[in-house]
Antibody, heavy 115, light 108 residues
Framework: QVQLQESGPGLVKPSETLSLTCTVS????????WSWIRQPPGKGLEWIGY???????NYNPSLKSRVTISVDTSKNQFSLKLSSVTAADTAVYYC?????????WGQGTLVTVSS | DIQMTQSPSSLSASVGDRVTITCRAS??????LNWYQQKPGKAPKLLIY???SLQSGVPSRFRGSGSGTDFTLTISSLQPEDFATYYC??????????FGGGTKVEMK
């Protein structure tokens, strides 16, 4: 059974960098693309970007200047960094496995941007 | 970016009702359309992929249809566990994946 688990700080100060890691179990990270998606409180879903195990990435154009997604195949993990955060980046952040769809998701982690 | 517009944004229905949710793409996306169900405090769950293929383990009362720009998710007989928010998502433009705004299905 494929499982994904997000981890990282739940509180980030404005202007700093948000950092999250997703640990994948039950599947090799080399088999698919892996993605980050976020959801502000009470709002809809926003795709952030995805990565392949080779390191090839693709990012949402609206976030591209601030986003970096990386992969660590030795740990079966991939990570998200979002720089220069503001209150508008407060959201539940999900990691997910991407085929053409997103078939497996982590439980999500709430990240609040506040001083 | 391809814009995905869902309608209605919310609806009220009773157990046993037939429910239809519509998703419209701003340009043709063939059948690169997926549907998700999300319950409060939970991650979205994939229901339908490639417009009409039922994800493993999803009840057959869920049906997806459409191609091009217009798509529909139908729940043939609404069950108590189906009260949730539903999202469509296009995977045609892999450089800019986008979701619809969601449709909340509430109890009448």
């Amino acid at each position: 059974q494929v499982q994904l688990q997000e981890s990282g700080p739940g509180l980030v100060k404005p202007s700093e960098t948000l950092s999250l890691t997703c640990t994948v179990s039950g599947d090799s990270i080399k088999n698919f693309y892996w993605s980050w998606i976020r959801q502000p409180p009470g709002k809809g879903l926003e795709w952030i970007g995805y990565i392949y195990y080779s390191g090839s990435t693709n990012y949402n154009p609206s976030l591209k200047s601030r986003v970096t997604i990386s992969v660590d195949t030795s740990k079966n993990q991939f990570s998200l960094k979002l720089s220069s955060v503001t209150a508008a980046d407060t959201a539940v952040y999900y990691c997910a496995r991407r085929r053409d769809d997103f078939d497996y998701w982590g439980q999500g982690t709430l990240v609040t941007v506040s001083s | 970016d391809i814009q995905m517009t869902q309608s209605p944004s919310s609806l009220s229905a009773s157990v046993g009702d037939r429910v239809t949710i519509t998703c419209r793409a701003s340009q043709s996306i063939s059948t690169y359309l997926n549907w998700y169900q999300q319950k409060p405090g939970k991650a979205p769950k994939l229901l339908i992929y490639a417009a009409s293929s039922l994800q493993s383990g999803v009840p057959s009362r869920f049906r997806g249809s459409g191609s091009g720009t217009d798509f529909t998710l139908t729940i043939s007989s609404l069950q108590p566990e189906d009260f949730a928010t539903y999202y469509c998502q296009q995977s045609y433009s892999t450089l800019a994946l986008t979701f619809g705004g969601g449709t909340k299905v509430e109890m009448k």
